[in-house]
Protein backbone atom coordinates (compact mmCIF):
# COMPACT_ATOMS: atom_id res chain seq x y z
CA UNK A 1 0.00 0.00 0.00
CA UNK A 2 2.86 2.18 0.46
CA UNK A 3 4.79 1.52 -2.32
CA UNK A 4 1.46 2.31 -4.11
CA UNK A 5 0.40 5.92 -2.54
CA UNK A 6 4.57 6.74 -3.06
CA UNK A 7 3.78 5.73 -7.03
CA UNK A 8 0.35 7.98 -7.02
CA UNK A 9 2.70 10.62 -5.40
CA UNK A 10 4.91 10.50 -8.47
CA UNK A 11 2.54 10.23 -11.03
CA UNK A 12 0.52 13.10 -9.57
CA UNK A 13 3.87 14.98 -9.46
CA UNK A 14 4.51 14.11 -13.21
CA UNK A 15 0.89 14.95 -14.08
CA UNK A 16 1.11 18.07 -12.59
CA UNK A 17 3.83 19.37 -14.24
CA UNK A 18 2.51 18.84 -17.88
CA UNK A 19 -0.39 20.46 -16.97
CA UNK A 20 2.11 23.62 -15.91
CA UNK A 21 3.83 23.12 -19.14
CA UNK A 22 0.47 23.65 -21.11
CA UNK A 23 0.35 20.11 -22.07
CA UNK A 24 -1.31 18.34 -19.55
CA UNK A 25 -5.00 17.01 -19.48
CA UNK A 26 -5.29 16.68 -15.79
CA UNK A 27 -6.36 20.00 -13.56
CA UNK A 28 -4.97 20.15 -9.86
CA UNK A 29 -8.16 19.45 -8.97
CA UNK A 30 -8.79 16.22 -10.91
CA UNK A 31 -5.36 15.54 -9.81
CA UNK A 32 -6.63 15.68 -5.82
CA UNK A 33 -9.87 13.47 -6.85
CA UNK A 34 -7.42 10.74 -8.08
CA UNK A 35 -5.67 10.65 -5.35
CA UNK A 36 -8.41 10.85 -2.76
CA UNK A 37 -10.44 7.64 -4.47
CA UNK A 38 -7.35 5.80 -4.33
CA UNK A 39 -6.77 5.99 -0.72
CA UNK A 40 -10.17 4.51 -0.67
CA UNK A 41 -9.49 1.19 -2.71
CA UNK A 42 -8.65 -1.01 -4.44
CA UNK A 43 -11.16 -1.24 -7.02
CA UNK A 44 -12.68 -3.78 -8.67
CA UNK A 45 -12.56 -2.25 -12.01
CA UNK A 46 -15.87 -2.64 -14.83
CA UNK A 47 -14.80 -2.18 -18.05
CA UNK A 48 -17.83 -1.74 -20.21
CA UNK A 49 -18.35 -1.16 -24.24
CA UNK A 50 -21.06 1.19 -24.60
CA UNK A 51 -23.82 2.93 -23.11
CA UNK A 52 -26.57 0.43 -23.88
CA UNK A 53 -24.52 -2.28 -22.08
CA UNK A 54 -23.81 -0.01 -19.34
CA UNK A 55 -26.87 1.29 -18.74
CA UNK A 56 -29.09 -1.84 -17.58
CA UNK A 57 -25.86 -1.72 -14.11
CA UNK A 58 -26.61 1.88 -13.31
CA UNK A 59 -30.06 1.40 -13.02
CA UNK A 60 -29.80 -1.94 -11.04
CA UNK A 61 -30.27 -1.85 -7.14
CA UNK A 62 -27.78 -3.31 -6.60
CA UNK A 63 -25.79 -0.53 -7.18
CA UNK A 64 -24.79 2.49 -5.38
CA UNK A 65 -23.26 5.06 -7.13
CA UNK A 66 -20.52 7.51 -5.14
CA UNK A 67 -19.04 10.22 -6.82
CA UNK A 68 -17.27 10.23 -10.66
CA UNK A 69 -14.33 11.57 -12.37
CA UNK A 70 -14.27 12.61 -16.27
CA UNK A 71 -10.34 11.85 -17.42
CA UNK A 72 -9.28 12.25 -21.13
CA UNK A 73 -13.10 11.75 -22.75
CA UNK A 74 -13.62 9.19 -20.51
CA UNK A 75 -15.92 8.98 -16.92
CA UNK A 76 -15.05 7.39 -14.42
CA UNK A 77 -17.90 6.51 -12.26
CA UNK A 78 -17.56 5.59 -8.71
CA UNK A 79 -19.74 3.17 -6.56
CA UNK A 80 -20.37 0.10 -4.77
CA UNK A 81 -21.84 -3.52 -6.26
CA UNK A 82 -22.79 -5.11 -2.37
CA UNK A 83 -19.73 -5.24 -0.71
CA UNK A 84 -17.57 -4.49 -3.48
CA UNK A 85 -16.23 -1.24 -4.34
CA UNK A 86 -16.19 -0.76 -8.08
CA UNK A 87 -15.48 1.62 -10.98
CA UNK A 88 -17.25 1.47 -14.43
CA UNK A 89 -16.20 3.12 -17.51
CA UNK A 90 -17.09 2.48 -20.81
CA UNK A 91 -14.53 2.61 -23.95
CA UNK A 92 -16.50 3.30 -26.49
CA UNK A 93 -16.29 0.80 -29.82
CA UNK A 94 -13.23 -1.19 -31.27
CA UNK A 95 -10.23 -2.45 -29.78
CA UNK A 96 -8.16 0.88 -29.84
CA UNK A 97 -10.61 2.37 -27.30
CA UNK A 98 -11.04 -0.68 -25.40
CA UNK A 99 -7.02 -0.60 -24.70
CA UNK A 100 -6.82 3.32 -24.36
CA UNK A 101 -9.69 3.09 -21.68
CA UNK A 102 -8.42 0.32 -19.82
CA UNK A 103 -4.76 1.42 -19.79
CA UNK A 104 -6.07 4.91 -18.23
CA UNK A 105 -8.09 2.64 -15.55
CA UNK A 106 -4.96 0.68 -14.78
CA UNK A 107 -2.51 3.55 -14.88
CA UNK A 108 -4.68 6.15 -12.83
CA UNK A 109 -6.52 4.00 -10.24
CA UNK A 110 -6.12 1.63 -7.62
CA UNK A 111 -7.55 -1.47 -8.81
CA UNK A 112 -7.42 -4.64 -7.91
CA UNK A 113 -8.75 -6.65 -11.17
CA UNK A 114 -10.91 -5.79 -14.32
CA UNK A 115 -14.42 -7.86 -15.34
CA UNK A 116 -14.98 -6.64 -18.81
CA UNK A 117 -18.69 -7.27 -19.77
CA UNK A 118 -20.92 -6.91 -22.92
CA UNK A 119 -22.73 -8.59 -25.73
CA UNK A 120 -20.98 -10.41 -28.47
CA UNK A 121 -22.16 -12.44 -31.72
CA UNK A 122 -21.95 -16.52 -32.20
CA UNK A 123 -20.01 -18.24 -33.89
CA UNK A 124 -20.58 -21.75 -31.94
CA UNK A 125 -23.97 -23.53 -33.83
CA UNK A 126 -24.67 -25.61 -30.08
CA UNK A 127 -25.17 -22.27 -28.33
CA UNK A 128 -27.76 -19.48 -28.62
CA UNK A 129 -29.03 -15.83 -28.74
CA UNK A 130 -29.69 -14.85 -25.18
CA UNK A 131 -26.66 -17.48 -23.75
CA UNK A 132 -23.92 -16.10 -21.56
CA UNK A 133 -20.44 -17.13 -22.62
CA UNK A 134 -17.05 -17.00 -20.45
CA UNK A 135 -14.00 -17.94 -22.01
CA UNK A 136 -10.83 -19.26 -20.46
CA UNK A 137 -8.90 -17.54 -23.39
CA UNK A 138 -8.80 -14.67 -25.68
CA UNK A 139 -7.43 -13.59 -28.80
CA UNK A 140 -6.80 -10.62 -31.11
CA UNK A 141 -8.03 -11.91 -34.45
CA UNK A 142 -7.37 -9.22 -37.04
CA UNK A 143 -3.11 -9.14 -36.46
CA UNK A 144 -2.50 -10.62 -40.11
CA UNK A 145 0.85 -10.92 -42.16
CA UNK A 146 -1.11 -11.02 -45.70
CA UNK A 147 1.15 -12.97 -47.93
CA UNK A 148 1.76 -12.07 -51.40
CA UNK A 149 -0.21 -13.64 -54.02
CA UNK A 150 2.09 -16.75 -55.78
CA UNK A 151 3.32 -17.86 -52.49
CA UNK A 152 1.64 -20.38 -50.15
CA UNK A 153 2.35 -22.77 -46.33
CA UNK A 154 5.88 -23.32 -47.40
CA UNK A 155 6.66 -20.26 -48.12
CA UNK A 156 8.90 -18.26 -45.62
CA UNK A 157 7.16 -14.58 -44.69
CA UNK A 158 8.91 -11.83 -44.45
CA UNK A 159 10.59 -11.27 -41.10
CA UNK A 160 9.67 -14.22 -40.01
CA UNK A 161 13.33 -15.30 -39.34
CA UNK A 162 13.37 -11.94 -37.43
CA UNK A 163 11.45 -13.48 -34.95
CA UNK A 164 8.43 -10.71 -35.97
CA UNK A 165 6.36 -13.14 -38.04
CA UNK A 166 5.29 -16.31 -37.40
CA UNK A 167 3.40 -19.27 -39.62
CA UNK A 168 2.87 -21.29 -36.14
CA UNK A 169 -0.79 -20.28 -35.99
CA UNK A 170 -2.19 -20.99 -39.01
CA UNK A 171 -3.61 -19.17 -42.20
CA UNK A 172 -6.89 -18.40 -44.14
CA UNK A 173 -6.73 -19.54 -47.74
CA UNK A 174 -9.22 -16.71 -49.45
CA UNK A 175 -9.27 -19.16 -52.89
CA UNK A 176 -11.28 -22.29 -50.39
CA UNK A 177 -14.02 -19.61 -50.21
CA UNK A 178 -14.83 -19.07 -54.25
CA UNK A 179 -18.11 -19.35 -55.29
CA UNK A 180 -19.56 -20.79 -58.66
CA UNK A 181 -16.95 -22.74 -60.20
CA UNK A 182 -17.76 -26.15 -61.71
CA UNK A 183 -16.60 -28.50 -59.42
CA UNK A 184 -12.96 -30.02 -59.82
CA UNK A 185 -12.20 -26.64 -61.84
CA UNK A 186 -9.00 -25.07 -60.32
CA UNK A 187 -9.68 -21.74 -59.06
CA UNK A 188 -7.30 -19.13 -56.95
CA UNK A 189 -8.05 -15.48 -55.40
CA UNK A 190 -5.62 -12.65 -55.77
CA UNK A 191 -6.27 -12.08 -52.18
CA UNK A 192 -4.37 -15.60 -50.95
CA UNK A 193 -3.73 -16.31 -47.85
CA UNK A 194 -3.40 -13.91 -43.99
CA UNK A 195 -1.59 -15.57 -41.25
CA UNK A 196 -2.58 -14.98 -37.71
CA UNK A 197 0.14 -13.29 -35.80
CA UNK A 198 0.25 -13.01 -31.86
CA UNK A 199 0.36 -9.53 -30.27
CA UNK A 200 3.71 -7.89 -28.53
CA UNK A 201 3.74 -7.75 -25.08
CA UNK A 202 6.21 -5.87 -23.02
CA UNK A 203 5.12 -6.90 -19.16
CA UNK A 204 5.28 -4.28 -16.41
CA UNK A 205 7.69 -6.50 -14.89
CA UNK A 206 10.07 -7.33 -17.65
CA UNK A 207 13.06 -5.75 -19.46
CA UNK A 208 12.25 -2.55 -21.16
CA UNK A 209 11.65 -3.10 -24.76
CA UNK A 210 12.27 -6.34 -24.59
CA UNK A 211 8.70 -8.04 -26.07
CA UNK A 212 7.02 -10.90 -25.18
CA UNK A 213 4.31 -12.39 -28.15
CA UNK A 214 0.92 -13.51 -27.00
CA UNK A 215 -1.87 -14.84 -28.79
CA UNK A 216 -4.44 -16.53 -26.77
CA UNK A 217 -4.69 -14.72 -23.29
CA UNK A 218 -6.40 -16.86 -20.38
CA UNK A 219 -8.13 -14.53 -17.91
CA UNK A 220 -7.53 -15.06 -14.03
CA UNK A 221 -7.94 -18.48 -13.13
CA UNK A 222 -9.54 -17.54 -9.65
CA UNK A 223 -12.43 -14.84 -11.33
CA UNK A 224 -12.46 -18.87 -14.02
CA UNK A 225 -12.86 -20.65 -10.81
CA UNK A 226 -15.40 -18.73 -9.39
CA UNK A 227 -17.42 -18.27 -12.30
CA UNK A 228 -18.50 -22.11 -12.17
CA UNK A 229 -20.87 -21.09 -9.95
CA UNK A 230 -22.67 -19.05 -12.35
CA UNK A 231 -23.44 -21.52 -14.62
CA UNK A 232 -27.57 -22.30 -12.65
CA UNK A 233 -28.20 -18.97 -12.72
CA UNK A 234 -31.76 -17.83 -14.16
CA UNK A 235 -31.58 -15.34 -17.00
CA UNK A 236 -33.78 -13.43 -19.08
CA UNK A 237 -36.06 -14.92 -21.99
CA UNK A 238 -38.36 -12.38 -22.95
CA UNK A 239 -37.82 -8.89 -24.40
CA UNK A 240 -41.39 -8.54 -23.42
CA UNK A 241 -44.85 -10.51 -23.51
CA UNK A 242 -44.94 -11.11 -27.23
CA UNK A 243 -41.29 -11.51 -28.07
CA UNK A 244 -39.75 -14.66 -26.33
CA UNK A 245 -36.84 -16.78 -27.30
CA UNK A 246 -36.92 -20.09 -28.73
CA UNK A 247 -34.43 -21.46 -26.24
CA UNK A 248 -34.09 -21.58 -22.37
CA UNK A 249 -30.90 -19.07 -22.17
CA UNK A 250 -28.41 -20.29 -20.07
CA UNK A 251 -24.44 -19.19 -18.36
CA UNK A 252 -21.77 -21.36 -20.22
CA UNK A 253 -18.24 -21.53 -19.96
CA UNK A 254 -16.54 -21.82 -22.79
CA UNK A 255 -12.78 -22.27 -24.24
CA UNK A 256 -12.19 -19.15 -26.53
CA UNK A 257 -13.49 -15.85 -27.44
CA UNK A 258 -11.73 -13.70 -30.35
CA UNK A 259 -11.85 -9.81 -30.96
CA UNK A 260 -11.22 -7.63 -33.86
CA UNK A 261 -12.56 -4.26 -34.85
CA UNK A 262 -14.64 -5.85 -37.05
CA UNK A 263 -18.11 -6.22 -36.75
CA UNK A 264 -18.74 -9.72 -37.97
CA UNK A 265 -21.90 -10.75 -40.00
CA UNK A 266 -20.22 -13.03 -42.25
CA UNK A 267 -21.27 -16.83 -41.80
CA UNK A 268 -18.68 -18.60 -44.00
CA UNK A 269 -15.89 -16.58 -41.45
CA UNK A 270 -17.99 -17.53 -38.35
CA UNK A 271 -17.47 -20.89 -39.25
CA UNK A 272 -14.00 -20.76 -39.93
CA UNK A 273 -12.87 -19.28 -37.15
CA UNK A 274 -15.14 -21.68 -35.14
CA UNK A 275 -13.63 -24.97 -36.94
CA UNK A 276 -10.16 -23.28 -36.80
CA UNK A 277 -9.91 -22.27 -33.23
CA UNK A 278 -13.19 -23.75 -31.39
CA UNK A 279 -14.13 -19.65 -30.74
CA UNK A 280 -17.68 -19.22 -29.26
CA UNK A 281 -18.30 -15.20 -28.46
CA UNK A 282 -16.57 -12.74 -31.19
CA UNK A 283 -16.71 -9.00 -30.68
CA UNK A 284 -14.79 -5.85 -30.84
CA UNK A 285 -12.73 -5.30 -27.47
CA UNK A 286 -11.96 -8.26 -24.81
CA UNK A 287 -8.70 -9.38 -26.43
CA UNK A 288 -7.80 -5.43 -26.07
CA UNK A 289 -8.89 -5.83 -22.49
CA UNK A 290 -7.03 -8.66 -22.04
CA UNK A 291 -3.66 -7.99 -23.29
CA UNK A 292 -3.78 -4.90 -21.59
CA UNK A 293 -4.25 -6.67 -18.33
CA UNK A 294 -1.78 -9.32 -19.29
CA UNK A 295 1.32 -6.83 -19.59
CA UNK A 296 -0.56 -4.94 -16.29
CA UNK A 297 -0.23 -8.19 -14.79
CA UNK A 298 -4.06 -7.48 -13.63
CA UNK A 299 -6.70 -10.70 -13.01
CA UNK A 300 -9.08 -9.91 -15.53
CA UNK A 301 -11.97 -12.28 -16.52
CA UNK A 302 -14.52 -11.58 -19.43
CA UNK A 303 -18.42 -11.73 -19.31
CA UNK A 304 -20.11 -11.79 -23.16
CA UNK A 305 -23.74 -12.60 -24.00
CA UNK A 306 -24.68 -13.68 -27.33
CA UNK A 307 -27.04 -11.33 -29.09
CA UNK A 308 -27.18 -12.72 -32.33
CA UNK A 309 -25.55 -15.82 -34.77
CA UNK A 310 -22.83 -13.98 -36.25
CA UNK A 311 -23.52 -14.28 -40.28
CA UNK A 312 -27.36 -14.64 -39.78
CA UNK A 313 -29.62 -17.58 -38.48
CA UNK A 314 -31.11 -17.14 -42.30
CA UNK A 315 -30.79 -15.11 -44.51
CA UNK A 316 -33.33 -12.21 -44.00
CA UNK A 317 -32.56 -11.90 -40.40
CA UNK A 318 -30.63 -9.80 -38.48
CA UNK A 319 -31.06 -11.13 -34.92
CA UNK A 320 -29.05 -8.41 -33.02
CA UNK A 321 -31.41 -5.26 -34.04
CA UNK A 322 -34.04 -7.55 -32.10
CA UNK A 323 -32.24 -8.86 -29.04
CA UNK A 324 -29.25 -6.58 -27.94
CA UNK A 325 -31.63 -5.29 -24.95
CA UNK A 326 -31.88 -8.42 -23.32
CA UNK A 327 -28.67 -9.92 -24.14
CA UNK A 328 -27.32 -6.82 -22.29
CA UNK A 329 -29.46 -6.99 -19.35
CA UNK A 330 -28.04 -10.88 -19.39
CA UNK A 331 -24.78 -9.94 -18.71
CA UNK A 332 -25.12 -7.31 -16.41
CA UNK A 333 -26.92 -9.73 -14.07
CA UNK A 334 -24.08 -12.44 -14.75
CA UNK A 335 -21.53 -9.47 -13.70
CA UNK A 336 -23.53 -9.01 -10.83
CA UNK A 337 -24.11 -12.04 -9.25
CA UNK A 338 -19.87 -12.95 -10.16
CA UNK A 339 -19.05 -9.63 -7.95
CA UNK A 340 -21.56 -10.95 -5.29
CA UNK A 341 -19.36 -14.38 -5.45
CA UNK A 342 -16.75 -12.47 -5.67
CA UNK A 343 -17.05 -10.66 -2.65
CA UNK A 344 -17.83 -13.80 -0.33
CA UNK A 345 -14.61 -15.30 -1.92
CA UNK A 346 -12.39 -13.05 -1.66
CA UNK A 347 -8.94 -13.33 -2.53
CA UNK A 348 -5.84 -12.09 -4.43
CA UNK A 349 -4.44 -13.75 -7.68
CA UNK A 350 -1.97 -12.74 -10.01
CA UNK A 351 -2.22 -15.59 -12.30
CA UNK A 352 -1.28 -15.09 -16.08
CA UNK A 353 -1.06 -17.25 -18.44
CA UNK A 354 -0.59 -17.33 -22.42
CA UNK A 355 0.82 -18.80 -25.72
Given at each position: ???F????????A?????????NGA?T??T???????????P????V????Y??????E?S?????N??????R?F?F??????K???V?????M????I????L??????E?VV????A????P?L?I?D?T???Y??H???????????????????????????N?G?L??????????????Y???????WY??E???????????????????V?????E?S?Q??????EG?I??????????K????Q??T?A????D??A???F?Y???????VD???????????Q???P?????A????????S????E????????AT??VNVVL???????V?????????Y?
Amino acid sequence: MVAFRVLSVLLSALMLLNAQQGNGALTARTQKMIAKVNEDGPYLGLVIPNLYEMNPLLESSNYTATNTIDIAGRRFRFGTIGEKKVILVMTGLSMINAGITTQLLLSLFNVEGVVHYGIAGNANPSLNIGDVTIPEYWAHGALWSWQRYGLGPDDELPLESAGDYTRNIGYLKFANYTVNVTEGSPYDNLLNNVWYQPEEVFPVDGTPEERQHAFWVAVDPYYYEISKQLEDLVLEGCINSTTCLTTTPKVTRVQRGTSASIYLDNAAYRSFIYNKFNVSPVDMESASVALICLQQRKPFIAVRALSDLAGGGSADSNEADTFTSLAATNSVNVVLKFIELLAVNSKSSTGYAYY
